[in-house]
């Protein structure tokens, strides 16, 4: 009768609660796109890792607290480190954030502004019901009652307590499951960066959504325990890489313990994104360019330049304008910071003073110095201001303005005598380029500027690319109408603008785009970093079709594409005058590429910083008579020009496989389709 009653009078019922009480489904995170370079060979991919989360149950404090210190327990002997975002040490018993964060924090609890940190580890033993327990015991535990505390918890939404566990820890976990009240193990896919620290400022890295990240996009399936890209193309194609979440039903007991799991929806893939980014080349170039700034700073060239501590390097495909590298010095390794990193080791890296998260190839400017004296010169030619073979005499000090000396006069007090456009860009001529930039004013200089891309974002699909400056009267009225302090353009700021100077301030992919549309005879392409994106199905996405939701994140590009019908005649002679910098005695990277295999074309330059030694560039391409590749290296504080042409000869070394017994030809892959899946 008994029976009777529970199965047939009041089944449905039961039934009903028993399926609340027991019965939950969870989101099984999507395994995210993985990313390719150019040839196919895997950048950044996912291993299985394990979670510990905790969901809900109708179990006390005191219970839940010491469920939690056995579970500190078993990750400290295995080496693995539960979330701890409680603002205390407790080994030395002080605040680890700042002050006025902590003030903050204070307030948001209630405590007092002059609450020391023993007050406040009293406040929570307190809150969480710990004050019969010891020092080691509050913690370990206060922590994790603080996470659960502050991110919510429910019997269908878990905390995570722990990430990517040892396999050690997840087998003893699973083994005393029955110790653990609403304690679980979660599998989920972790990303795996193959290549340490070369491409990070490329790749970027993944960090657990911030609270302001959680409102914007929680109604898109986010969590508060989820992960997002922070940078690079993790951040600029979060919603391409994400996937589409599965779910599995569990079965749980009264104390929240699994007893079965079944697959409700699998998981899917995000999309794979190929870079146009040659790994091996970038790889060298980050190689050297750190090789190089130690050598300039410890004086292994003649002079010694301490400050030289950080630089960028890039590559571009002179027909197609598809980025081949982008280095930037410091670096760092997007495993640290994807894996779990503390507040501590997180603030490390963002205070550190050189900047090892600054993307120097698109976010730092620099004045150009002599290396843009080949759109000085362009400029002055098309606008008739000068001929190609009409002559200048260099007198040393020139005569307008604030009355500017040549290089060579400050340095050796002689002058370059008689000199025409080839010429002047072989020895860098000053007071050539001061004479044709008075003649055709500071109007031309800037059209013919802002056409090759310089002071223009490229449109690059990365976050954080900036405008740089363009010297011009239009950039000086600006700064006018942001301050209101009158302003007037003189003769010398023209002056300044035609050697590099005044307000010229360019990033490095800039002006790697004006060089390789130097190189491809006045036609510029539209600038990419990526080659394909490919879906979980295999199939490939159009650019148009992803391109919209990029630019929505990093701005459209501010270069019109197209040809700039620059004059043959023109072409010629500043490809001339770049070539005779490296290949003609007197030129100023002659002794650098004078034994160089490939004929390269290319021009140095030294310009002044706001602080400390001059910065150093060295641009060019190769090889001259079909260009293929165009790079750029500048190197903050570098001294000299000069010192920064070993580099670039190197790069060039690795892409046209001097350094190796294979010649690089260039093959691309038949199907990146058939690798990816």
Known sequence: MRLYHLQIVNGASFLEQSEKRLVREVEVPAPRGEIYDRYGKPLVTNETAYDVCIYYTKI??????????????????????????????????????????????????????????????????????????????????IPLRYEISTKGYTSYKSVTLASDISESSMLEIEERNNEFSGISLAKHPKRKYLTGTVASHIIGYMGAISSSEYESKKNEGYSMNDSIGKTGIEATFEERLRGENGKDRLAMDSKGRITESTTVDESKMGDSIVLTIDIDLQKKSEEVLEKYIHMIQSGGYAEKFADATAGAIVVLDVKTAEVLALASYPNYNPSDLSDGITNKEFEAYFQNEDRPMFNRAIQGTYSPGSTFKMVTTIAALESGAIGVDDIVVDRGRYDKGHKPVCWIWSDYGSTHGAVNALKALKVSCNYYFYEVSYRMGIDKLSEYARKFGLGSKTGIELLGEVRGTLASKEYMNSLTAQDGKERTWMIADTLSAGIGQSYNSFTPIQMAYYIATIANGGVKNQLSIIKDVISSNGEEVSPSEYRKTVTSKTGESEIQTGDLHISPEVMQAVFEGMRSVTSDRGGTAYSTFSSFPIEVAGKTGTATAGSGSPNAWFVGFAPYDNPQIAVVCVIEHGGHGGYTAPVVKEVMEEYFGYNNDNINENIELKSLNDIIR
């Not at 939690?68 to 080994?91: A, R, T, W």
């Not at 964060?101 to 406040?120: H, M, Y």
Request: proline share 4%; aromatic share 14%; hydrophobic share 30%.
């Open 60 to 141: 006390g404090k005191k219970e839940l607290n010491h469920s939690l210190y056995k579970i500190s327990q078993i990750l400290e002997k295995n080496g693995d480190k539960y979330i701890n975002n409680f603002p205390i040490d407790f080994s030395k018993m002080v605040f680890t954030k700042g002050e006025e964060s902590i003030r903050e924090w204070k307030k948001e609890f209630g405590l007092p502004t002059n609450c020391s940190v023993q007050d406040a580890i009293s406040y929570f033993q307190k809150r969480f019901e710990m004050e019969d327990e010891e020092e080691p015991f509050l913690a370990r535990v």
